[in-house]
C-alpha cells in the first residue's frame, strides 16, 4: 500500500496556484483513507457530502441496471477527484465508484471544500471547466447511442480516452488501455464488441498494442471515418 510519505494534496492539479501553507490547512482538514482492488469507496445514494482526492491509485465510476449490468461512467486517478456534485448540490450521490486497483484517497469535508469554492476563484473556474467536460462527454454518448452501431462507439471512446504522445508528434495513445470490459460498459455494448472492434483496428494498422498502452496510428483518419457515418446514419443493427 501507499506509504504516509505520498499524503499531500500537492499532486492534485485543482490546486495548482495555492502556496504550501493554504495547501497545508486543507491537508490538515482531510482524512486519508486506503483502498485495495476492488473496494467499494462510494456507493450511489449515500447521503455522505465528502470530496475525494486521489492520490494514488485508480477508481472506476459506475452505476447498475435493475438487472445488475454494470455501466461505466469513467476512471478517476492519481491527480483527480470525485464526489464535488454531492458537495455542492447536497444531493445523494449519482454513482458508485470502486477501487481498481490499490489506492490512496485524501477525504476532504464538504464544508471545507465549498469553503474554498467560494474564495477562490481560480479553483472554482477549474471546477467548472471538470463539469463542462463530463456534461460534453455525456451529450456526445448519448448522440452516439442514438447514431452508431455498437463496435463505432467503442472507436468513439478510444478517441476521447486517446491523448497525444509527447515523444512522438502526429501519435496518439491511451495509457494504460483499460479492460475491455470497461471500455464496453462506458459504450452500452459487450466485451465481444470492444473485442471485435479493437480486432478490426489492428487488423486496419489503425491501433497497436505496446504493454499495457494502446497507440492510435492515425488518429486524424479514424475520427473521420467516425463522422461519416454519424452523418450518412451508420449501421445501426449491431448492438
Known sequence: MPEPSARTLAGIALFEGLDEAERGRLEAACRWRQYGAGDSILESGSVSRDVFFVLQGAANIVNFSPTLREVAYATVRTGDYFG???????????????????????????????????RRADVTFRVLQHLTHMVRIGDARILELSTLAATQRVYAELLRMAAPEPAVPGLWVIRPLPPLRDVASRVSTTRETAVRALSQLYASGLIRRKGRNLYLMDRARLAEALKDLQAHGGPRAER
Open 84 to 118: 464535488e456534485l454531492a458537495a455542492i448540490d447536497r444531493e445523494p450521490r449519482s454513482a458508485n465508484v470502486i477501487a481498481v486497483e490499490e489506492s490512496l484517497v485524501a477525504v476532504m469535508p464538504a464544508d471545507v471544500f465549498v469553503e474554498l469554492l467560494q
